[in-house]
């Protein structure tokens, strides 16, 4: 049998250079739509026959953010559940990555994939409980569904959204744990956030984006996050929609979940450049944050992304238009694609069960802030 490289399925992104052997395995990633990002790669290859397999994505060092491939390290999988860490180096921008003894198939990805049929189970599995009901808002630029998941029946507003960036799959692995938290009927935590609260969640912002292998944008090439201040149903519907029934509902807060390439660590960026930022936001950021950390020691408040000057925040991003439309609480939470390094875990890195995990302590944090939403 000779080595194959494939990558057309859901989410799969590679283009073939070479394949002559398992050591001489040559790829590049595939950019994009409107060609702008590329980073996001997941590919198979088969017929090793217990080779040492050798893979080297030529482009890598043109990557929209090379420096997320600076000590990283991909993901592998034999049975596309179990994802583990494999040795990788970035030298000369080739990023290579080895594969000792490779059985006949193996997965390989920038970080665990998330599927949209695993989407669709997901989506399918909470609407089945009668706690729950589901909307879809509309049709994205290639015609699936935009799904939004409504549970509890309280007056607050809650909003999370995740996945506006596709390939930052971590986000709707942090969707499951959180839903799953939430829908836990003997968790009286959850029960009680329910009567509290209405939840609004749209576990991937993104479908077209994840299908087709992209790492940020949506078919027509838009950053789905940049998009809020003037969204439009002919560039980004999925913005237009969503923004709609905010507007319908109210928010009380919002919760958007992200990945970031290069920082190893979790933690949340706040709305603080906003024109209206309040003292009462800044504090509930604060005690939200310090809750979470309590709730999740993978989560952590000393490292992450530096504040915007006052008035200066950017409005096109979801965090800071719904802090400034609505005068609430907005969040971005950020994961790795790496290690958490204040708690690495080296043979999984940052990894699926890790994010619900994470997930099921933002429903913790919740708690702290809510009596205080309004």
Known sequence: MSVRVSQAFDGGNAEVLEASAPDAIRLSIRPDAGGEFLQWFYFRVSGAGGQDLVIRLENAGKATYPRGFADYRAVASVDRVAWRRIDTDLDGGVLTLRYPSAPDSVYFAYFAPY????HHDLVARCASDPRVSLEVLGATLDGQD?????LGDGPLQIWAIARQHPGETMAEHWMEGFL??????????ARQLLAAATFHVVPNMNPDGSRRGH????AAGANLNREWLEPSMERSPEVFLVRERMRATGVD???DVHGDEGLPYNFIAGSDGIPSWTARQGELLERYKAALARACPDFQTAHGYPRAAAGEANLRMCTNWVAETFGCLAMTLEQPFKDAANHPMPETGWSPARCAHLARGCVDALADVLADLR
């Open 115 to 118: 599927s949209m049929e695993r």
């Open 146 to 150: 935009l799904d939004l998941l409504r």
């Open 180 to 189: 799953a938290r939430l829908l836990d009927a003997d968790d009286p935590l």
């Open 215 to 218: 790492l940020r944008t949506n």
């Open 253 to 255: 807060l919002c919760l």
